[in-house]
């Protein structure tokens, strides 16, 4: 049974396997609280199912509070973060989100690309590290970065993508379509430096 706690500002869990059971308790007790600003849940062995309750307790109209979402290692792939999406696409306050090593593919470009675009996003920084977006994910992702509204920090650090045509290009595009942002990470891809192309921002 969750109770009304009006001081519990940060949440973080870090592995304890609390598992989907323990964040549905988790999620209630936001539902219930409204005041909490951090949730941390690393290596909690999270499922596309507790993502799901995640993404109903990050629907504006649940709750207004979180503003960092931190979900590191757990490994909810593609399907997981289709799930978040569901919240995270219209949510105005979250401003920092971190999904480093989470299984995440290619399959859900087109969800991060939602949560990228979103007009009243308040997002400024996302961590993507570790996945395995690869070339056509990574397209799609600087795609939407590249009109992210309130993005000051990407952070797409081994995603397994390479320095084709379309990929740099994608890459280009998004540097001087967004003059806001101002930290890219690229670091460990399959990137080389042969005078066609350099990395101001790294």
Known sequence: MCFRYPHCTSIRLWQTSCEDEGVRSICEFLNLGKGTAVLELLDNRITPLGCEFLSKSLHP????????????????????????????????????????YCGID????????????????????????????GNEGIIKVFQGTSVAKSLKKIWLGDNQFNDEDDVLKAIMFCWVKNTRLGKYDIKHNILSVDGKFSFPFF
């Open 61 to 100: 109209m649940a709750n207004k509070s979180i503003q960092i979402l931190k979900l590191d290692h757990n490994n909810f792939g593609s399907e997981g973060m289709k799930n978040l999406s569901e919240g995270l696409a219209i949510n105005p306050v979250v401003r920092i989100i971190s999904l480093q």
């Open 106 to 133: 290619a399959e859900a470009a087109e969800s991060v690309f939602q949560i990228l675009i979103y007009t009243r996003s308040a997002l400024e920084d996302i961590n993507l590290s570790g996945n395995n977006l």
